[in-house]
C-alpha cells in the first residue's frame, strides 16, 4: 500500500467519524456569515478638527434599507458633543458616509441612526430562542474587520428587572451594537457588553422593537430635544424601579442592636464587610454594604441609576464615652458614587434636623443636587446615626444617583419606618 493510499484511508475514516452536528454548525456558521455581512457595518465617531476616529462600535440594518441600529454608547461622544463630532460608517467593502442619529432608549442601551441612501437589506427581528440554543455575534472587533462569533443561549438575567440575555462567547471591543443572531439567521439581541472568560451580554431586541415602532408611527423623523428625551426616560426608569422596590418585601437583617432591611429586590446584593476582631479591640463593628451594581451609562465620565445603601454598628465596653464619641464622629460620613462635576450637576444643598426611628434619637441630613441637562433629575444622600448612647452608635447611609427627588424620598421614609430595635 502506497504512503498516499494510506494517507486518504486515514482522512476518510476521520471524516467518517467527525459528527454530522459540528458539520451543519459549521456549515451554518458559514451561512449566516455571508448572509448578513452586507448588513453589518462598522459605526464610528468621528473628531471634526482631526477627522480621525474618536470610537468605534458596529451597527446593522433593520426596519428599512437606509435604517440602522447600535448600542447608545458607541454613539455617546457624538449624543453629547455634536458640535465636537460626527458618525459616519464603514462598510466591509470599504465605503464610508454620515449617518444622523433619529431615536434612542438610554436604559437599555440602544439607539437608532439613518444613512442617506440604501445600505442593503435589513434584518429580521425573532424572539428570544430557548436556554441553550446556539446564538451567532456578528460585529467588528478591536477594528479588524468583520467577524463572527459563536455561543450558547445562557438565558434572562434574572436578577435584572429588565434583563439582559447572557451568553456564552466572547465579544470583544468593537461589536458593540452587532446583532445577535439565531440559527434562522434572524436577530435575537444586539451586542452590549462582555466580562470576559466566554461570558458576555445582549440586550434583548424586544427594546428595539419599540424603538422601531415609535419611528415608523412618526415617519422616521428624529427627535428634537435628545436631552429632554433622555431625561423623560431616566426619570420614568427611577419612578418604575423606586415602586417596585416600595412594594417589594424585603428580607430582614440584624445589625448591632437593630433589625433592617436586607436585599430590597432580587436586582440588589448585599455583602458583610465587618472588620475582624482581634483580642486587644477597643470596640466592635460590624458593617454590611448593598448595592444594586447596575449603572445607566451617560458619558464616559457620567452614569446614573446606582443605589447603595450601608449599615454600620459599633460599640465599646473598653472605651470612654468621649474617645467612643470620637471615633464614632470619624466613621460618621458618606461620599457619593459618582464622577458628576461642576458641568454636569449643582451643588449639594443639604438640610439636617433630629428625628425619631424605631424609638432612638436620630441625626439626619438629607442632600440633594440637579443635573443641568437632565431636567428633573437629581442626587440624593441619605445618613443618619444613632444619637444619646454613650458607647453604642449605628449609621444608615444610602445614596441613588439621576433619580426623581420626590419616590426616592419615600423610598428612604419607608426604609426608616422598617428599623427595629431589640431591647
Not at 472605651?319 to 457619593?336: A, D, I
Not at 436620630?362 to 448612647?389: N, P, Q
Amino acid at each position: 500500500m502506497s504512503i498516499n493510499t494510506a494517507l486518504m484511508r486515514i482522512l476518510i475514516t476521520l471524516f467518517l467519524f467527525i459528527s454530522p452536528n459540528y458539520l451543519i454548525a459549521e456549515s451554518n456558521t458559514a451561512s449566516l456569515y455571508a448572509g448578513a455581512e452586507k448588513s453589518v457595518y462598522q459605526i464610528r465617531v468621528i473628531n471634526k478638527e482631526t477627522g480621525k476616529k474618536s470610537s468605534i462600535g458596529s451597527g446593522f440594518i433593520v426596519s428599512k434599507d437606509n435604517i440602522l441600529a447600535t448600542n447608545y454608547h458607541v454613539v455617546s461622544q457624538y449624543v453629547n458633543d455634536p458640535d465636537v463630532y460626527v458618525l459616519d460608517y464603514l462598510s466591509t467593502s470599504g465605503e464610508t458616509g454620515t449617518l444622523e442619529l433619529l431615536d434612542l432608549d438610554i436604559v437599555h442601551d440602544l439607539a437608532v441612526v439613518k444613512a442617506s441612501h440604501p445600505m442593503g437589506t435589513p434584518l429580521t427581528i425573532d424572539d428570544i430562542p430557548e436556554k441553550g440554543a446556539r446564538l451567532f455575534s456578528l460585529g467588528n472587533p478591536l477594528d479588524l474587520g468583520f467577524s463572527i462569533v459563536a455561543g450558547t443561549n445562557n438565558g434572562i438575567l434574572t436578577q435584572e428587572e429588565d434583563g439582559n440575555i447572557q451568553i456564552s462567547g466572547s465579544l470583544n471591543p468593537g461589536m458593540s451594537g452587532g446583532p445577535t443572531l439565531n440559527e434562522a439567521g434572524h436577530v435575537i439581541g444586539i451586542n452590549v457588553a462582555t466580562t470576559g472568560n466566554n461570558i458576555s451580554f445582549l440586550v434583548p431586541a424586544d427594546y428595539l422593537k419599540i424603538i422601531l415602532k415609535r419611528l415608523k408611527a412618526n415617519s422616521y423623523a428624529p427627535i428634537k430635544d435628545r436631552f429632554i428625551h433622555i431625561s423623560n426616560q431616566l426619570k420614568a426608569s427611577a419612578n418604575k424601579i423606586l415602586s417596585i422596590l416600595s412594594k417589594n418585601d424585603w428580607g430582614e437583617t440584624t445589625i448591632g442592636r437593630f433589625i433592617v432591611p436586607a436585599e430590597l429586590d432580587k436586582s440588589v446584593r448585599c455583602w458583610d464587610a465587618s472588620r475582624r476582631p482581634k483580642p486587644d479591640d477597643l470596640f466592635r463593628s460590624f458593617f454590611t454594604r448593598c448595592s444594586n451594581e447596575e449603572d445607566i451609562f451617560l458619558s464616559d465620565r457620567l452614569s446614573v441609576g446606582s443605589i447603595n445603601y450601608e449599615y454600620l454598628w459599633i460599640d465599646s465596653e473598653k472605651l470612654n464615652p468621649l474617645r467612643f464619641y470620637r471615633r464614632y464622629e470619624k466613621l460618621n460620613s458618606s461620599v457619593l458614587a459618582s464622577q458628576a462635576g461642576k458641568r454636569d450637576v449643582t451643588n449639594f444643598a443639604c438640610h439636617t434636623d433630629f428625628t425619631t426611628i424605631a424609638e432612638q434619637s436620630f441625626k439626619t441630613t438629607i442632600c440633594r443636587r440637579d443635573y443641568i441637562k437632565y431636567k428633573g433629575l437629581s442626587d440624593i444622600l441619605f445618613t443618619t446615626a444613632l444619637v444619646g448612647h454613650g458607647k453604642k452608635g449605628f449609621i444608615f447611609n444610602m445614596d441613588i444617583t439621576g433619580t426623581d427627588a420626590k419616590a426616592t424620598l419615600q423610598l428612604f421614609k419607608k426604609m426608616l419606618g422598617a428599623f427595629q430595635w431589640q431591647k
